[in-house]
């Protein structure tokens, strides 16, 4: 998932999540831009898991360079998370609102 982008006033520059469950394996999620939260993930909602992932070079224009959790909840097994940036805070991930647990495993 590279170089996906979104308008000023959006989120998720590659993904956004409402209700559902999604799992990655083996991915790189790189370059992408969103103008307001997760420059790469938006989650909202659901369940959202990575392994073996790769959160390089996003960013957003408010919060959560990488991923942003606004509800839902997450599971990062052996990833790397590199030069992600946001303008305001959490620069890789950034968990706001009614947000389950959020695990990071290596």
Same mark, same amino acid.
């Given at each position: 998932?590279?170089? /996906? *982008?979104? $308008?000023?006033?959006? @989120? &998720? /520059?590659? =993904? =956004?999540?409402?209700?559902?469950?999604?799992?990655? %394996?083996?991915?790189? =999620?790189?370059?992408?831009? #969103?103008?307001? +939260?997760?420059? *790469?993930? %938006?989650?909202? @909602?659901?369940? +959202?898991? *990575? $392994? *073996?992932? #790769?959160?390089?070079?996003?960013? #957003? !224009?408010?919060?959560?360079?990488?991923?942003?959790?606004? !509800? &839902?909840?997450?599971?990062?097994?052996?990833? $790397?998370?590199? /030069?992600?940036?946001?303008?305001?805070?959490?620069?890789? =991930? &950034?968990? +706001? !609102?009614?947000? /389950?647990?959020?695990?990071?495993?290596?």
């Amino acid at each position: 998932l590279v170089n /996906g *982008a979104t $308008t000023a006033l959006e @989120s &998720g /520059g590659a =993904i =956004i999540l409402a209700n559902a469950a999604v799992t990655l %394996q083996r991915c790189r =999620i790189e370059d992408n831009r #969103a103008g307001r +939260f997760g420059g *790469a993930v %938006q989650v909202l @909602s659901g369940s +959202f898991s *990575a $392994t *073996a992932c #790769a959160f390089l070079g996003n960013a #957003a !224009g408010r919060d959560s360079g990488a991923v942003n959790f606004d !509800g &839902g909840s997450g599971l990062f097994v052996n990833c $790397t998370f590199s /030069g992600n940036e946001a303008d305001g805070s959490g620069g890789a =991930i &950034g968990l +706001f !609102g009614a947000v /389950g647990t959020v695990a990071l495993k290596h």
